[in-house]
């Protein structure tokens, strides 16, 4: 094996791993501005199979060009046929065959590579970007996946991988003697386990972050996609290992020519202390994620205090009776309880955004109070959870849009937004699946995808038919007769960005979801929240408290994610609303995990702190209102090193949370106050212009001259 090197401008150098007569073995050493970007020793190579059976096994170099800040390598791939392909039949056995090709197949795949630059987080970023095309007369594929690892130096020891996701560690300190993975496992002790995988290749910005950034004390190195589209992928460092295994698979039409989406990778060069460093992850987040909600027209979502509904109930004589708010009613008096018990105590506790339980119309409104003999002992009753929607409008379950919109007149009058849960799938006993049953996803056993609860259960709609417009029409009517601020979309990720459509060439959802947030935006919805990580609104999701080995999993979560992976790192928990039940946890110690998810612009709910009445602990209360009063001038955010802050800047104001003891200069003629659920408190310099702010506290800092 010997290294062939391409140049792609002046400052990038790529190496293609060669062997006997011309055969490519893939790409080796990258090296950016002097600084070395993976093992050259393991190759990275594409992945290519066409959905019936041929699978591309050898590569071959047919020319290397290159050309001032531009390069192109075009290669013969080489495919045998496997006699299996990809499609299941309706029993989930992988279909075959019969008299399949023997000949090795030849098609090509061509690189191209182009230099890049740009400047970010106050510093240079210099490397490339670079698109995989595969192109064939006679064969077609869907997915191009390109598997290989990155890590600054070639190694993953010493390098600190910064990356938010719903199921991952959001900090991981490199070593051989720990591991790392992105994958959504059933119990994080099944780790290994193909019985323990929940899904391995997660979607970029649904379950995982769209972008990977790592750093040294040396360089920091990012990679993204300046354009939003399907790519799922694994990043992963098993113990043992040296390397970051990075996998992303670009999931397209099903065509004879397939391009992959143009990928970046940019080097900033040291030194960088960790704060440094963490500015730069949090200045490519602001870039990545701005960039795509500007292609779309999404407008920015930014945390606010919130917290779930509080209920009990109990059947009555066929009916559903709801105790909610110290009251019990009847499920079509929910709303107006809502509305007149509970959203004074919300607006009480420094609670700013709020839906309820979901009020559309789902199995449980159409169907749940039916039984089985009421259709014959032979009839049909499927009755699945609120999650199976049959239409996005308020259920006259709950009392309809007349009452909704009391609820809503009720929570706006107090500053609070008022939401509705919304989700990327339906009810298989939907009627409009039962009209159009082609705006269904086809999953490859040619049934309907389920995203993993089962098709009798969920079936994802195929966004890219008709459903979009009935789906906004409906959500338009919601607004503008009921009242609607604010939409949380479940299940983003696993039941909108993972499936493909098997009856309709292969085609996702991943652009035209992004188009229909979008148009949420357009139409007025102030706010958008996610189950997952999304860079069209912030992330709200469940996570658990295992507190390491002294307690077991939580039921529902299971042990997927574990509030123990931020509780160094909340910086890092920037733009995330976490609901955690708080579990063997002084209340000291709470208050101060609530207090620096806040200062990073985060939250976490405060849901396992309260009753059916929402009696927060005072502090609690505070921190809502503090939150508030802050919020409005957070928006560029700076840490202070040794971890002793979080300061933001606004216009003409700065907030300073102190999470230590520390002293800040101020500007001759600055007011500083210390903000208060009540009043501000002013604080006066010394004579050297300097300021001593506390531990737990949070300062205004309003600049001369505002």
């Given at each position: ?502 009856a309709r060439m292969m085609r996702t959802s991943w652009r ?186 949070v300062y205004m800092i309003r600049h001369p001259g505002v």
């Amino acid at each position: 094996m010997n290294v062939k090197y391409i140049r792609v401008g002046d400052r990038v150098r790529i190496g293609m791993l060669m062997g006997a007569n011309r055969e490519w073995l893939g790409i080796g050493p990258v090296v950016v501005a002097g600084v070395s970007l993976r093992d050259g020793r393991h190759p990275l190579v594409p992945r290519l199979a066409t959905p019936d059976g041929h699978v591309y096994t050898k590569f071959e170099l047919d020319w290397a060009r290159s050309e001032g800040n531009t390069a192109t390598v075009h290669l013969h791939a080489y495919a045998v046929h496997t006699a299996r392909t990809e499609y299941l039949d309706e029993y989930t056995q992988r279909m075959v065959v019969p008299g399949a090709d023997r000949q090795m197949a030849k098609d090509s795949l061509t690189l191209t590579l182009k230099s890049a630059a740009e400047r970010l987080g106050g510093r240079e970023w210099a490397g490339f970007e670079w698109q995989w095309m595969f192109s064939s007369r006679r064969r077609r594929i869907h997915a191009i996946l390109v598997d290989g690892s990155w890590e600054i130096g070639g190694r993953i020891t010493g390098c600190v991988l910064l990356h938010q996701g719903q199921c991952n560690r959001p900090v991981y300190r490199g070593s051989r003697g720990t591991d790392f993975t992105t994958a959504c496992l059933k119990t994080l002790q099944q780790r290994g386990s193909p019985q323990g995988m929940s899904y391995q290749l997660a979607p970029r910005g649904g379950l995982i972050q769209a972008f990977d950034f790592m750093h040294t004390e040396d360089a920091a190195f990012l990679i993204y996609w300046p354009k939003y589209d399907s790519v799922c992928s694994l990043l992963e460092s098993p113990q043992g290992h040296d390397r970051l295994y990075v996998l992303d698979e670009y999931r397209v039409r099903l065509a004879r020519r397939a391009v992959s989406l143009p990928q970046r990778f940019l080097v900033a060069a040291g030194p960088l202390a960790d704060h440094e460093a963490r500015d730069l992850w949090w200045a490519a987040h602001e870039r990545v994620y701005g960039g795509y909600r500007r292609a779309f027209r999404v407008k920015p979502t930014m945390v606010r205090p919130e917290i779930g509904l509080k209920y009990s109930v109990r059947v009555v004589d066929g009916g559903l009776k709801v105790s909610i708010g110290g009251v019990e009613v009847d499920s079509r008096e929910v709303p107006y309880a809502i509305g007149d018990h509970v959203i004074p105590l919300l607006h009480r506790a420094g609670i700013r955004r709020f839906f309820p339980e979901v009020m559309s119309e789902s199995d449980v409104t159409v169907l749940g109070m039916e039984r089985k003999l009421d259709r014959g002992i032979h009839g049909d009753l499927h009755c699945s959870s609120v999650c199976a929607t049959h239409r996005f409008v308020p259920s006259e379950f709950w009392g309809g849009m007349k009452a909704w919109h009391y609820m809503a007149e009720k929570a706006r009058a107090l500053g609070i937004e008022i939401g509705a849960w919304f989700a990327p799938h339906f009810s298989p006993r939907a009627r409009i699946f039962q009209e159009h049953p082609e705006w269904r996803m086809i999953d490859v056993n040619t049934m309907p995808s389920g995203g993993g609860y089962g098709w009798h259960t969920i079936i994802s709609a195929d966004w890219n038919t008709e459903i979009f417009d009935w789906v906004l029409a409906d959500i338009k009517r919601w607004k503008e007769e009921g009242g609607l601020d604010y939409l949380f979309t479940d299940s983003f990720a696993n039941l909108g960005l993972l499936q493909q459509n098997y009856a309709r060439m292969m085609r996702t959802s991943w652009r035209r979801l992004a188009q229909l947030y979008g148009e949420f935006s357009k139409m007025g919805i102030k706010a958008l929240t996610f189950e997952g990580i999304s860079p069209f609104g912030a992330s709200r999701f469940g996570i658990a408290d295992l507190r390491g080995d002294l307690l077991g999993p939580a039921a529902g979560i299971v042990g997927q994610n574990d509030l123990g992976w931020w509780v160094d790192d909340f910086d890092m928990a920037y733009g995330l609303c976490l609901g955690a039940a708080f579990r063997k946890r002084p209340e000291a110690e709470i208050r101060s995990l609530c207090f620096r998810a806040a200062a990073a612009r985060g939250y976490l709910m405060m849901d396992s702190l309260c009753g059916h009445l929402y009696d927060l602990p005072e502090w609690a209360r505070e921190l809502n209102i503090i939150y508030e009063k802050a919020l409005p001038h957070m928006v560029q955010r700076t840490l202070l090193p040794d971890r002793s802050g979080i300061c933001w800047r606004g216009d003409g104001a700065s907030v300073i949370w102190a999470l230590r003891a520390t002293d800040v200069e101020v500007d001759d003629g600055a007011q500083v106050l210390e903000l208060g659920a009540e009043d501000d408190t002013a604080i006066e310099p010394s004579a050297s212009g300097k300021c001593s702010l506390q531990a737990g506290r949070v300062y205004m800092i309003r600049h001369p001259g505002v």
